[in-house]
């Protein structure tokens, strides 16, 4: 079956400082990805996805992400963070449905 | 953000009662769906709908119903409501688009069953 981790539930990191939050899926073919960022008491927003190409997709809020066949990952990356970034995130994939699967949520505290 | 709307945003309830919830859209899109979202589990897919009357279950669709009739709305309700079913209720749209699907969220709506 289709699955998504991801392997760190809580992150910490001082503002300023570079951010990686690992996804890794499990899938036969390629998926599509996908990252969506929830910040206190709101909905899920989409931070970027990945269909095909390119395996370097650009997002908003400066955020990046890596798609990695060889390793299935799908990992969200940003060179520097904010005290605004501190939120859940989500990563998603989409097997070829019309459903998502999400991980399990990685939630970013942010020191000053 | 897209135009979706979900009510009522709180609720507390008692064990035994009905609850339902709506979910309004104004984009026309196609697909709709309720997720449940709870602490170490991330989002779990309840019910969805690809269309008016066409609805199927997700991975946790025990205890719960849905019901499209008209494009725009789309209805979760718990026929008796139990206090596992306390969650944060989430309500989604897309416009399908097979396998490029990407998900609009609404606010969310907070369960408490007493």
């Known amino acids: 079956a289709q699955s998504v981790t991801q392997p760190d539930i809580h992150i910490t990191v001082s503002e300023g400082a570079s951010l990686e939050l690992r996804c890794n899926y499990s899938y036969g073919a390629t998926p599509y990805l996908f990252w969506y960022v929830q910040s206190p008491g709101q909905g899920l927003q989409l931070l970027l996805k990945?269909?095909?190409?390119?395996?370097l997709v650009q997002g908003i809020k400066g955020f990046e992400a890596e798609f990695k066949r060889s390793q299935s990952s799908f990992n969200l990356r940003k060179p520097s963070v904010h005290w605004s970034d501190a939120a859940e995130y989500f990563c998603a994939v989409a097997p070829n449905t019309d459903k998502l699967i999400f991980g399990t949520g990685t939630r970013l505290q942010v020191f000053p | 953000d897209a135009g979706i709307t979900q009510s009522p945003r709180h609720k507390v309830t008692e064990t035994g009662t009905p609850v339902t919830l709506r979910c309004h859209q104004t984009e026309n899109h196609r697909y709709m769906y309720w997720y449940r979202q709870d602490p170490g589990h991330g989002l779990r897919l309840i019910h969805y709908s690809y269309g008016v009357k066409d609805t199927d279950k997700g991975e946790v669709s025990d205890g719960y119903s849905v019901s499209r009739s008209k494009t725009e709305d789309f209805l979760l309700t718990l026929e008796s409501a139990t206090s596992s079913q306390t969650s944060v209720y989430f309500c989604?749209?897309?416009?399908?688009?097979?396998?490029?699907?990407?998900?609009?969220f609404g606010a969310g709506t907070r369960l408490s069953v007493l």
């Open positions: 989604a749209i897309s416009e399908g688009r097979q396998g490029k699907n990407i998900q609009y």
């Open positions: 990945y269909f095909s190409g390119d395996t």
